[in-house]
């Protein structure tokens, strides 16, 4: 079964940017979408920004403009472009397919000043 390791996470101040990286243990080039998903602070996680196999995006509203999902299926790696982030978008960040399969750790993504 695809497993998979989040990296790129860390404490940024308001306004800044990070990129999340997802290496997957198998080819993801065969698994249709792929996704992010972070849980806030006593919040369940949610989806945060999913892109098909041919590479379509889509993001939940309060990322819509700021985050960018890519994937590179060459590398088995999807990415998380997050700019302009904010104190609300502090949480545990996740890749994943959608639906969903056994979750990785997830890396810890803080902003604050």
């Known amino acids: 079964q695809v497993q998979f390791v989040e990296s790129g996470g860390g404490l940024v101040q308001p306004g800044g940017s990070l990129t999340l990286s997802c290496t997957a243990s198998?080819?993801?080039?065969?698994?249709?979408?792929m996704a992010w998903y972070r849980q806030l602070p006593g919040e369940d996680r949610a989806l945060v920004a999913t892109?098909?196999?041919?590479?379509?995006?889509d993001y939940m509203s309060s990322v819509k403009g700021r985050f960018t999902i890519s994937r590179d299926n060459a590398k088995d790696t999807v990415y998380l472009q997050m700019n302009a982030l904010k104190s609300t978008d502090t949480g545990v960040y996740y890749c994943?397919?959608?639906?969903?399969?056994?979750w990785g750790q997830g890396t810890q993504v803080t902003v604050s000043s």
């Open positions: 994943n397919t959608l639906p969903h399969r056994t």
């Open positions: 892109i098909t196999g041919p590479g379509s995006p």
């Open positions: 198998g080819k993801i080039a065969g698994l249709s979408v």
